[in-house]
């Protein structure tokens, strides 16, 4: 499986929104509702912020939200803060004939 | 709380083989799948492996098959990742990640949480 396609990087200004696009193909995003993304910020581990396109976890902001439209799966940030600087990384499950899953290459998001 | 805790990390040669742990604690160990991800330095992440939560079910990118093997022992809520044949391409950040048990005890593209990595360096 090819890695998803994402924008190198974004950026934005405090208090503004942003998106960040996640593009795949028929055979991962376009076929499950199983898109995660996750945020890096550097030396650190990842952390988990959307799953199940849309659904966030517990004690992640509601600032953060994904949807997904046929091959794309985007996560826009509203109300930019500082601390949204980071590397954000989309996931999708990608199996047909057996367990597979797919990273994006990661986008830096920039709060200028 | 939930704490994942790699260690095994360090320099190989190529070809050569090195097992990673992680130990697990805060939860159901044997309730979740878990897997491996890594990250080679200054880029993406690249999913690994996964094991169900009984341990009858592993998986592995096309990678990494036939050369890693994956197990869990859930009597000392410790994953494993036997690296053998290691390539320079392999050298990364490798981190255990839990899966949040969506699909019961089988494996996801979801992690929810993750450890702090430990760096596997193949060099001559």
């Known amino acids: 499986q090819s890695a998803l396609t994402q924008p190198a990087s974004v950026s934005g200004s405090p208090g503004q929104s942003i998106t960040i696009s996640c593009t795949g193909t028929?055979?991962?995003?376009?076929?499950?509702?199983?898109v995660s993304w996750y945020q890096q910020h550097p030396g650190k581990a990842p952390k988990l912020m959307i799953y199940e396109v849309s659904k966030r976890p517990s004690g992640v902001s509601n600032r953060f939200s994904g949807s997904k439209s046929g091959n794309t799966a985007s996560l826009t940030i509203s109300g930019l803060q500082a601390e949204d600087e980071a590397d954000y990384y989309c996931?999708?499950?990608?199996?047909?004939?057996?367990?597979?899953?797919?990273f994006g290459g990661g986008t830096k998001l920039t709060v200028l | 709380e939930v704490q994942l805790l790699e260690s095994g990390g360090g320099l190989v040669q190529p070809g050569g083989s090195l097992r990673l742990s992680c130990a697990a604690s805060g939860f159901t160990f044997s309730s979740y799948a878990m897997s491996w991800v890594r990250q080679a330095p200054g880029k993406g992440l690249e999913w690994v492996s996964a094991?169900?939560?009984?341990?009858?079910?592993?998986y592995y990118a096309d990678s990494v098959k036939g050369r890693f093997t994956i197990s869990r022992d859930n009597s000392k809520n410790t994953l494993y990742l036997q690296m053998n044949s290691l390539r320079a391409e392999d050298t990364a950040v490798y981190y255990c990640?839990?899966?949040?048990?969506?699909?019961?005890?089988?494996?996801?593209?979801?992690?929810?949480?993750w450890g702090q990595g430990t760096l596997v360096t193949v060099s001559s």
């Open positions: 996931c999708s499950y990608a199996g047909s004939s057996t367990f597979d899953v797919v």
């Open positions: 990640a839990k899966d949040p048990g969506l699909t019961r005890e089988l494996p996801s593209n979801t992690f929810d949480y």
């Open positions: 028929s055979s991962d995003v376009g076929s499950y509702n199983l």
């Open positions: 094991i169900s939560g009984s341990g009858g079910s592993t």
